[in-house]
């Protein structure tokens, strides 16, 4: 039987997090998706790439701060993680700003990534 | 003053949950009184006893149940919880289920109606 | 009255139309993830700023830390739950879903 | 006992029809609302316009289609029925295009309207 | 063709679910296959049998039940049920809880997989 | 790929951001209330026509037959679930969500 080749998957990361649970949910599904030794990928872009910033207290609010998990992603064999400049630009953000390292990569970039996946995942 | 409160989304999947739980529970370490929750749309499943929560995570329904236990009244609007599958039998304590006209009791009862949703 | 905006309004058009309607002083509460609106160096800082001009603009903290965002544009009040329940006290509110 | 004087309650209806419950289960609120003997007013802004669109045929969507009700809100004690000017222009429609007669107002307009109610009800 | 199904969003209150079961009857009529159906974040809630709904609407998770009894699996997230109040005792028949791995599994093996959701 | 919208482009961005994202040729198919994007006569039209020049568009009849939309954009397609369906043969698809 012929062994399948990997599949390259992307998560194309759109929401902001602690708002609604979207961020958190989809990060549950990347950490699951790393045991399968597919190509996994992480997009971050509009109100996403919030999930990303340093910083983030949720004590007073009184919910899960998860921000710290996105910096495992790497470990998890998520070896692809853009960010599109026209969203971190627009928000006011930096590289620096953020508490992973990530490719940033303009619109025209991300979509040639998009347009390589066998599955693209909304979250 | 007495604060009437419309919960229109449920719990988890958005934060209005959690807003209108922090609001209430300011309100009443104002003084002020909470004439009633009414959970409406998909509010509805805030009410439900079988979540099974993680003990590192708040668990919405106990909390909302807890709020009922101290007297505050927390109403499931019987058409919208038809729809999403609460009944009396999933329902928390405290809680109950009635009809929209409820909601209208709250409108012309409280100083202040105020929403939390989507 | 007060007006309360929940939503980004990098993705969504709720302060928009909030801002459309509100007449000058109505006080507008930004909160969840409606507390985008006030950090300072976005592309709507100077949206804001006049806004600031025109209306009382509050931003509730739990949700502003929540998020990370430190630095809001000048003139917009940080206010807890119990300001929340006051600013609700002192006016009918709306929420703009 | 005092009698106390009736409410001035106002539908604040911003949501698409049919993209979401909003719009009919709003509408539910309203029918039973009307029994109360309040002052019960409608107002329909952004994308609820569309709520009030002649023409709308649900049959291949296999959902209900409610906008006919909504022209049964002056019998039941909705007096006043305000679409906000702007909304209806951005979308290309006129008041012919709508099912019931409305009033069309202009953001000014409705924000006095807005303040002199008791009760803003989000739909 | 093969396709896998991801559904993020609760019946009624949103359009996706209905959305979701045309494209789906639509796929099947066409010949194709479809390799299964995940309900994750509040999709979860299609699949609740509590629903009480009036004979002149459709009934959102008896007809994904009608689905699954057809062959089409359904796979509903045991994380996202937990927290949303699904469990056994109030599944639907012809669906089962299972793990996330599940949604990587349709990843992998669906020529296509689409989303529906808010 | 093809891109799905199912938001209403008066109140939200989601197709703003598909559009920023898309390249020419790209197929972009508008679901449940995207379908609102291709009315006739709105203050899109323009801005729809410029993207009828540079993808394919299609929209859902079901969605627009319950919007009550007769008058769509010229150029752009209007599709059953079954071509629905074709659509997702031929492209493998986002949801813009």
């Known amino acids: 039987m012929e062994e399948q080749a990997p599949r390259k998957i992307m998560f194309v990361n759109r929401r902001a997090p602690h708002g609604s649970i979207y961020a958190y949910e989809g990060l549950e ?7 399968y030794d597919q190509e996994i990928s ?3 872009l509009d109100d996403a790439v919030f999930s990303l910033k340093k910083g983030q207290d949720t004590s007073e609010l009184g919910v899960k701060e998860f921000s710290a998990t996105f910096r495992v992603l790497e470990a998890y064999g ?5 960010v599109e400049k026209e969203s971190l630009e627009k928000r006011g953000l930096t590289p620096d700003d953020l508490i992973v390292d990530v490719e940033v990569v303009d619109g025209a970039t991300l979509r040639k990534a998009m347009g390589e996946q066998d599955v693209l995942l909304p979250f | 003053m007495t604060f009437g409160i419309l919960v229109q989304e449920g719990p988890y999947n958005h934060e209005a949950s959690d807003s209108a739980y922090h609001f209430i529970q300011a309100a009443l370490a104002e003084g002020h009184k909470i004439t009633g929750v009414f959970f409406y749309n998909d509010g509805v499943t805030n009410t439900t006893k079988l979540m099974d929560i993680p003990a590192d995570d708040r668990h919405i329904s106990k909390r909302w149940s807890e709020l009922g236990a101290k007297g505050v009244p927390l109403i499931v609007c019987v058409a919208a919880a038809k729809r999403r599958g609460i009944n009396s039998d999933v329902l928390i304590d405290h809680a109950r289920i009635d009809g929209l006209g409820q909601l209208s009791e709250l409108c012309i009862e409280s100083d202040r109606l105020i929403t939390f949703g989507d | 009255m007060l007006h309360i905006v929940n939503k980004s309004p990098f993705s969504n058009g709720n302060l928009d139309t909030c801002l459309r ?3 000058a002083d109505d006080p507008i509460l930004l909160i969840e993830d409606g507390v985008f609106a006030v950090k300072k160096g976005t592309s709507l800082e100077g949206r804001m700023k006049e806004t600031v001009g025109r209306h009382p603009v509050y931003a509730l903290q739990a949700d502003l830390k929540a998020r990370g965002i430190e630095g809001v544009v000048d003139g917009v009040t ?6 929340f329940v006051r600013l609700v006290e002192e006016h009918r509110p709306h ?3």
Chains 1, 4 share one sequence.
């Open chain 1, 29 to 35: 599904v990347v950490l699951i998706f790393g045991a």
């Open chain 1, 42 to 44: 992480a997009a971050f």
């Open chain 1, 78 to 82: 998520v070896e692809n993680r853009y």
């Open chain 3, 21 to 23: 309607i509100a007449q």
């Open chain 3, 78 to 83: 940080v206010c807890d739950y119990a300001g």
């Open chain 3, 95 to 97: 929420s703009w879903l």
